[in-house]
Structure formats: structure tokens, C-alpha cells
């Protein structure tokens, strides 16, 4: 148990507990030439457990090269994630920014094929079903503070393009952050109709701008990625880190 609560306090929906696994026990998902869209914008709110038992698999199989996926984020993550992925050749594609040494050598290498894109417009280009052949992402991966009653998704200390996202997966593993405090009602939410049809936020008081949670499970909060893809699963890990 860490100073701030417990797994089991933080799953509220008591039905996603039988889906709880050790991060490397997911190994099993991946498959290279996935697409894998992450949480995270900077090094803030992304996954750290179930990557870091993905590059380990690779190292200690020597899969280097073998295991490789196209990896989609809202921004830069963390140097243990993404930049050691880099080094142990596990990353095709990568959009829309990163930094890091061994990720940028290699992209100037052409081991790694890197697409530029305005930030501001990525979570957008996603939900038109640009990057990928059927708009689709095999796996997310999302770190989260909670998990409510009705299945709403209080994210940590960054929102990236998951409310975007999660609805696109295919599957979805949760990394449940117990190491820092509940981020819960801290994030304002605010989807918004695809132009032309876009109307303004009409914000005049400070007051929360819409919601603070990701529904899991658009309308009904199950532990699936959306209603009209039957076939999506997920899975919880746990996450003690403090970054």
C-alpha cells in the first residue's frame, strides 16, 4: 500500500478488479507491427510499468529488432519508455513529436520513420483516422488515478489525446498510478463537435468546462474501448511511480 490509497480503493468499479495483471504478464498482447497509441503529454501522465516489461522482454530475449510497433502519443514521454524502446530497436513509426538522444538517432538513422505534426491538431487528425490503415490502434496503453463506479477514467497529471483515443482501441490496459495522489476532478474534459460544425466554449465564469473523466466505455462505463466494437478488452496493472 502506498501513502495515497490502494489499488482496490482506486478501481471503484469492483468488476474490472478480475482484470487485474502484473505488467509483464500483458507481453502476451503485443505483436510487432502493432499500433499502440499511449497517455502521456511530456513526461507527465504516460504508462511507465507496462512499457518498461515490454523493453525488458526484448532485452532479455534479444528480440531487438523483432518486436517493433508504431507508436502514437500526444507528445514526448519519458526517456525510460520511448527513448529505451528506441535503443533496442523496438519502434517503426512514431507521431507526432519526441525527444531523446537514442530516438533521435534513430530517426536520422532511418531506423525509426517519424511523421511532424502541430500538437494541437494530432487529437483532432486521430478521430478523422489518419495515421493508421482503418483508423483504428490495436492497443492503448493509459495511466490513470481512478476508476469510478460507472466506469469513468480520472487521468493523472496530464490528459494527452486519450479522451480522443481510447474510444479508437481495440484494447485497452489501464496502469492504475497508487504513487501519487488522486488526480480525480482535477481535469476540465470538453469534446467537441468535428468542423464545420464546431461551436465556442462558452466560458464566462470559472467553473468546470464540461467533465473531469474519460468514459472507458462510451455510454455504458463497461470495461470495453466502445459500444459498436464488441470485441475490445482491457486490463489493469499497477503503478507505483511517482513521475
Not at 490502494?6 to 510487432?32: A, G, I, N, Y
Not at 513529436?97 to 530517426?107: E, S
Not at 459498436?228 to 507505483?240: E, F, I, T, V, Y
Request: hydrophobic letters at 35%; aromatic letters at 8%.
Amino acid at each position: 500500500m502506498s501513502d495515497f490509497g490502494t489499488l482496490e480503493s482506486r478501481v471503484r468499479r469492483k468488476s474490472l478488479l478480475s482484470k487485474v495483471m502484473k505488467p509483464e504478464d500483458t507481453v502476451q498482447f503485443f505483436k510487432s507491427g502493432q499500433n499502440l497509441v499511449w497517455s502521456g503529454f511530456t513526461p507527465a501522465g504516460y504508462p511507465k510499468a507496462v512499457p518498461i516489461a515490454l523493453a525488458d522482454h526484448v532485452e532479455a530475449n534479444n528480440l531487438q529488432g523483432k518486436l517493433k510497433f508504431n507508436l502514437f502519443i500526444g507528445a514526448s514521454v519519458g526517456a525510460e519508455t520511448e527513448d529505451r524502446w528506441a535503443t533496442l530497436d523496438m519502434i517503426d513509426r512514431r507521431w507526432p513529436y519526441q525527444t531523446g538522444k537514442n530516438i533521435a538517432k534513430g530517426i536520422n538513422a532511418g531506423r525509426i520513420r517519424m511523421g511532424d505534426k502541430h500538437l494541437g491538431l494530432f487529437a483532432q487528425d486521430i478521430s478523422y483516422g489518419f495515421y493508421t490503415e482503418n483508423g483504428r490502434y490495436d492497443i492503448g496503453i493509459f495511466e490513470v488515478s481512478a476508476v469510478t463506479e460507472d466506469g469513468g477514467l480520472a487521468l493523472t497529471s496530464s490528459c494527452g489525446i486519450v479522451a480522443e483515443a481510447i474510444g479508437l482501441c481495440d484494447k485497452i490496459i489501464l496502469e492504475v498510478n497508487t504513487g501519487q495522489p488522486s488526480f480525480e476532478g482535477i481535469h476540465d474534459i470538453q469534446m467537441q463537435q468535428k468542423p464545420p460544425n464546431r461551436a465556442p466554449s462558452l466560458i464566462t465564469e470559472a467553473i468546470p468546462a464540461s467533465d473531469s473523466l474519460c468514459p472507458l466505455r462510451h455510454g455504458e462505463g463497461h470495461c470495453c474501448g466502445r459500444v459498436q466494437a464488441p470485441r475490445q478488452r482491457s486490463c489493469l496493472c499497477r503503478s507505483g511511480r511517482h513521475f
